[in-house]
Nanobody, 116 residues
Framework: QVQLVESGGGTVQTGGSLRLSCSVS????????MAWYRQAPGKQRIHVAS???????SYLASVKGRFTISRESDKKLLSLNMNTLKPEDTAVYFC??????????WGQGTQVTVSS
């Protein structure tokens, strides 16, 4: 059974930085993508950054140049480095594995709050 556990959230001032981590347990060989999503209060969950099946990355336009997704070679740790944070980055951040034949698996989320 695949489990994802996020950590590293917190409260920072505008312009600050945070590093989120997602610890992966279980066999994810059947999944093709690893991603970070976020959900702000009253809004839908949206894609922030991801690795595609062949390792290419993609980012939400508003975080390009500020956020960097990375992972360990064994894919047991997914990270998101977030720099120059803005109040509009405030949200609950979720990691996800998806693709292949299984249903997407989500972590429980970690809160990021950016104060102005």
């Amino acid at each position: 059974q695949v489990q994802l556990v996020e950590s590293g959230g917190g409260t920072v001032q505008t312009g600050g930085s945070l590093r989120l981590s997602c610890s992966v347990s279980g066999d994810i060989s059947g999944f093709t993508t690893m991603a970070w999503y976020r959900q702000a209060p009253g809004k839908q969950r949206i894609h922030v950054a991801s690795f595609a099946s062949k390792g290419s990355t993609s980012y939400l336009a508003s975080v390009k140049g500020r956020f960097t997704i990375s992972r360990e070679s064994d894919k047991k740790l997914l990270s998101l480095n977030m720099n120059t944070l803005k109040p509009e980055d405030t949200a609950v951040y979720f990691c996800q594995v998806a693709g292949g034949t299984g249903r997407p698996v989500w972590g429980q989320g970690t809160q990021v709050t950016v104060s102005s």
